[in-house]
């Protein structure tokens, strides 16, 4: 076993331990909102939103993009769980911004191992192994950080399974102050059309 896991499953017993109350928090959000944010390991939305358990929904990927994926989250989330306001938050130095689709399709075409960057390439530490169906994917990199907020609350909120009653948001977290920096013309295109 790793020392990850050894080290997780370490950390759960004493956390479920102290579970206690927690069995009885209901399944529906208890503060009616869901988040969609990126998958760096510098954010926890638990601490910049003030969360604790079931307070609201989290969803992650990678760019923290409106992918259909996480659409059918938000969707869900709305429908059946009753959220009645979303917020994409995305951040500053997002590791989306540092490639295209191309180069990560290149990447993966010759080594599905970790690749390395120097601070103006990419590049694999071997060959061998790789596959060429990274081409077909859409990978959403980000060159315009406040744009692709702009984008994905736009591509929410014009969605035709997305009640025009849920309001969306559009925020930057900023991984240097750790502040959340409303952008403006996000939050403004993902008005409740009832507002």
């Known amino acids: 076993m790793s ?10 017993q004493s956390y479920a ?3 206690g109350d927690k069995a009885d928090l209901p399944m529906p959000p ?9 998958i760096d390991a510098r954010l926890d939305p638990a601490q910049f939103a003030g969360l604790t358990e079931g307070d609201a929904h989290v969803f992650r990927n990678a760019g923290g993009r409106a992918t ?4 059918r989250s938000l969707v869900v989330s709305h429908k059946m769980l009753g959220t009645r306001e979303w917020f994409v938050i ?6 989306m911004e540092y490639f ?7 990447l993966l075409k010759t080594s599905l191992k970790t690749a390395t960057y120097d601070g103006k390439l990419w590049r694999n530490q071997d060959s061998g192994g790789g596959s060429t169906e990274a081409q077909f994917v859409r990978w959403l990199s980000i060159s315009d950080p406040e744009a692709a907020v702009v ?7 014009n969605h035709p399974l997305v009640s025009p009653e849920v309001r969306i948001y559009g925020f930057l977290f900023d991984v240097k102050t750790g502040q959340l920096i409303e952008i403006e013309e996000a939050s403004e295109a ?5 507002d």
Not at 30 to 38: E, W
Not at 90 to 95: A, F, K, L, R, W
């Open 100 to 106: 295209d689709d191309a180069t990560i399709a290149g």
């Open 190 to 194: 993902g008005q409740a059309r009832s």
């Open 68 to 71: 259909d994926d996480a659409i």
């Open 30 to 38: 208890g503060r009616k909102f869901a988040i969609l944010t990126c």
């Open 3 to 12: 020392d990850i896991k050894n080290q997780i499953l370490k950390a759960n």
């Open 17 to 19: 331990d102290g579970f």
């Open 151 to 157: 984008e994905d609350v736009q591509r929410i909120r």
């Open 90 to 95: 995305h951040h500053t130095d997002c590791g």
